[in-house]
């Protein structure tokens, strides 16, 4: 026999001599006074004495022993093996997994129940089963990646933990088992440490697995329990990612948006019904000025056994209304898990292009097209007609007196004669990249060693190596011809998206009589070469950090170098290029959730002004990104020193978590079981006859119920042997 709670159980035995005192003190003692009849009182007493005094006895046995059975129902005792009579305190670690998995639902079925909803009542299941009276305590951490511990340390108060398990709801990241360990306590060791289990509770498709290590070594002493891998599988299609092939755009004159933009969205697809041909609706909608409006859809068609998708829809911009960031949605049918159904994009409409032209600044009346130099033909290509109605402000700047104050305000920025830029000017053409500004370089006209390379290539940390002298292309190699961009994403990332189609046909009539080499890196974007497969116009790798794109057109712009100024491709390859520069370079920075965000050049904090958490994220200024990652998608707006708005930064739902399909049971327990102590928490056979976690509670109500019935039939026994004592049924009393 052991007690769950031995410390009750002696104060209860110190409480069996409250009886004993009470009759100690009870007992008059007085000063015998002898008087003539006292003979026969006596006489009659010591005849009654013994019968009175074991009645006595028997009253204070029956008393002392009621209040020994209220002290060991109290105590509640364990009788049994020795696993049970070892049975006492429980610590628990509750992990609950709200990840992007844990929203999967039946499919067609939005009332039943999630996976999450499933966790959550199993976990309730072992908190009613634990008591804080005998010592219980319990702790909460969610597997949202990152994990965070949600009540730590363990707390006895398992309201608390009620609480904050009604409050849950799913995440959009994945699951991150490995940080939740990492956020477990040492654990108390010893023959008096109580019992610590870290229960894990997840439905276990495969979007839970698969995400690298499951933990590090548990804390010693520590048994990792989990509940069983769903047996359901169910269909589930998710937006992998959605972009703006020009995600700036200029208003027109009266603040409305004119013309049609394009965006691209890649969808995967798991579970059931991947063999089978299928239909998804794909939809773009905005909520700006306070109602929903559609923009574009598109269907896409899966072939059977189809798993990944890409769709271009056409956008309708017209009447968005004012200049400003707009959100755009992309949204597919509802289906198993509703949380990867969506995606977002910043749209940010303008009411003018400013442009800085880097070159020699001209004053009068425009020369003759025999005396155009570089810069001349550059602001033709750029204001082709009137300024006002492109809305793209070109001011020209010396490039000889280029300084960093000269760049502030400007978008993009085409360096028109580089070699009378000075070292200072490259320094702050660099920083202007930095801070997201497009660059379009050109080559010198100068036909002798280029000397301008060097500088650019450090200032504007560029991934090519420069030759010092031009080289002149053979006579039936000078054609051009236009490479399809090797992307994932050409869209995205090919600024000559929006003129691919026509492209070839008008690069093959521009002629090219000398280029200065440049050494062809695997990451940039190679968009134009001559017949002979030497670049003539390459971009800068797409997405390294922050910085805005650097075009380099390898030819100079003028007529002893190429025709291009002189023919139809040069105007809208030079619009192209700016307008996507500018679009790249003024991008919304994206990541997933579960991450930390990539806050634009100079905000101080990002927060999230329609989330259900307004807190402010701080950024860590020597990396760019903010210090906590955050779990849920959505649009977060950053702001500087004073407070201003400055950017926005998306976060889209995790993909990796959406796979539907449930995980095999065998590989779920070799992930979790590394550490050699594992158990499934289920009752009854287990997935693959697995072992049951072992029951630290007693078998039935145990005897604390039959002792407590024991003591109410002696209370009972105790009132009427007390009257039979007290001869309190006897009519009348000594005279």
């Known amino acids: 026999m052991s007690f769950l709670h031995p410390i009750l159980l002696g104060l209860g035995a110190a409480c069996v001599a409250i009886p004993v005192v009470i009759h100690l003190l009870m007992r008059r003692r007085r000063k015998p006074v002898r008087w003539a009849a006292m003979r026969f009182l006596l006489e009659a007493q010591r005849q009654r004495h013994r019968r009175v005094r074991l009645e006595q006895l028997l009253l204070l046995l029956t008393r002392c022993l009621l209040v020994a059975l209220v002290a060991l129902a109290i105590a509640r005792p364990i009788l049994g093996s020795d696993d049970g009579a070892r049975a006492g305190p429980r610590e628990v670690y509750l992990l609950v ?41 319990a702790a909460l951490i969610t597997l949202a990646a990152p994990a965070q511990a949600v009540v730590s340390p363990p707390t006895s108060d398992l309201g608390v933990i009620e609480r904050r398990l009604a409050e849950l709801r799913p995440a959009d990241s994945r699951l991150d088992l490995a940080g939740a360990v990492g956020l477990l306590p040492a654990m108390p060791s010893g023959d008096d440490a109580p019992g610590v289990t870290v229960a894990v509770y997840s439905a276990f498709r495969e979007g839970s697995l698969g995400h690298g290590a499951p933990h590090g070594p548990l804390p010693a002493g520590a048994t990792l329990t989990a509940t069983p891998p769903a047996d359901t599988t169910l269909g589930n299609t998710a937006i992998a990612s959605f972009d703006l092939l020009r995600p700036v755009v200029i208003a027109s004159p009266d603040d409305a948006v004119t013309g049609l933009s394009q965006a691209r969205a ?20 905005t909520d700006r000025s306070g109602t929903s409006r559609e923009l574009g859809a598109a269907v896409v068609r899966w072939a059977p056994g189809q798993r990944e998708a890409q ?25 198993a898990n509703d949380r990867d159904n969506t995606a977002l994009a910043v749209l940010e409409v303008r009411e ?36 006002r109605a492109d809305r793209i402000e070109v001011e020209t700047l010396d490039a000889a007196r280029l300084d960093t104050g000269a760049l502030a305000g400007f978008d993009a920025a085409v360096v028109a004669e580089p070699a009378r830029v000075r070292p200072e000017g490259w320094a702050a053409l660099g920083e202007f990249r930095a801070r997201g500004g497009a660059v379009l370089l050109t080559v010198a006209p100068s036909p002798g060693a280029q000397l301008w390379p060097e500088q650019a290539r450090a200032a504007l940390d560029l991934p090519w190596e420069f030759e010092r002298d031009p080289t ?50 695997e990451d940039a974007l190679l968009l134009l070469e001559t017949a002979d497969a030497r670049p003539v116009l390459l971009v800068s790798p797409p997405g390294a950090s922050r910085a805005g794109p650097v075009a380099l057109l390898a030819t100079a712009v003028d007529l002893d170098w190429t025709d291009l100024p002189a023919r139809p491709l040069m105007v809208p390859l030079v619009q192209e290029l700016v307008r996507g520069g500018i679009g790249a370079g003024r991008s919304t920075p994206t990541t997933t959730a579960g991450s930390r965000l990539t806050a634009p050049v100079g905000a101080v904090e990002v927060v999230d002004r329609e989330g ?37 930064v998306i976060a889209q739902p995790d993909t990796a978590a959406s796979d539907t399909t449930p995980a095999n049971a065998g590989r779920v327990e070799a992930w979790l079981g590394a550490s050699g102590r594992f158990a499934w928490t289920d009752t009854g056979p287990g ?49």
Do not use: K, M
């Not at 008008?506 to 002629?511: D, G, I």
């Open 97 to 137: 997994d709200n990840s992007l998995t844990s929203a999967a639902v039946g499919e067609g079925d939005q009332s039943a129940e999630s996976d999450l909803q499933r966790s959550l009542a199993r976990a309730r299941e072992l908190l009613g089963r634990l008591d804080p009276a005998r010592g219980d305590r």
């Open 266 to 285: 890649t969808l995967t697809r798991w579970g059931d019904g991947v063999d089978e041909a299928a239909l998804t609706t794909l939809r773009v909608v």
């Open 687 to 735: 997935p693959g006859d697995a072992p049951t976690e072992p029951s630290r509670e007693p078998a039935g109500p145990g005897p604390g119920l039959a002792l407590l019935l024991a003591a109410l039939l002696l209370a009972c026994a105790e009132v009427g042997l007390a009257r039979v004592v007290s001869h309190a049924s006897r009519a009348g009393g000594p005279a």
């Open 472 to 521: 002149d292309i053979p006579e039936g190699a000078r054609t051009l011809a236009a490479p399809l961009p090797d992307t994932p994403s050409p869209g995205a990332a090919d600024p000559l998206w929006f003129i691919r189609a026509e492209l070839a046909a008008l690069a093959e009539t521009v002629s090219v009589q000398r280029v200065l080499g440049v050494s062809q890196t």
């Open 612 to 648: 259900a958490d307004p807190r402010a994220l701080p950024v860590d200024p020597s990396t760019g990104l903010t210090r906590d990652a955050v779990r849920d998608a959505g649009v977060y707006f950053a702001r500087d020193t004073s407070g201003q708005d400055i950017g926005a």
């Open 311 to 335: 769709s271009t829809i056409d956008l309708d911009l017209a009447g968005l209304g004012r200049v400003g960031r707009c959100v755009l949605r992309a949204e597919i049918d509802r289906d």
């Open 352 to 387: 003018q292009f400013r442009v800085a032209l880097v070159g020699a600044r001209r004053f009068g009346a425009r020369p003759r097209l025999d005396d155009f130099g570089p810069s001349d033909w550059l602001r033709l290509a750029l204001e082709p007609t009137d300024a």
